[in-house]
């Protein structure tokens, strides 16, 4: 589960980065509609449902290891931008 979720967070984390990028470029490929370059960086279709199962999946799980969720979730978070940064 945690594995799951944390491949959905890089999704997530990687549309982002790809959203930062179309930003820029929102006349020339999408003509001006921030939605078009919305639907281009992220496929919600999938990732939606996929991160709100595994995050729910992973609290019903999670069994008090003293540690709370947002650490685990920054932790996770920042591990996948790692990720993405070195391009692995």
């Not at 919305?38 to 991160?51: D, E, I, K, R, V």
């Not at 290891?65 to 932790?75: E, K, S, T, W």
Request: charged share 10%.
């Amino acid at each position: 589960t945690f594995h799951f979720m944390a491949l959905e967070i890089r999704a997530l984390l990687k549309g982002i980065c790809y959203l930062a990028e179309e930003i820029f470029h929102l006349q020339s490929r999408h003509h001006g509609s921030f939605w078009r370059a919305l639907s281009a960086c992220f496929s919600l279709h999938w990732h939606g449902p996929m991160l709100l199962i595994c995050s729910s999946a992973y609290v019903a799980l999670l069994h008090g290891d003293g540690q709370p969720l947002g650490f685990h979730l920054g932790l996770t978070s920042l591990c996948e931008l790692f990720i993405l940064a070195l391009g692995l």
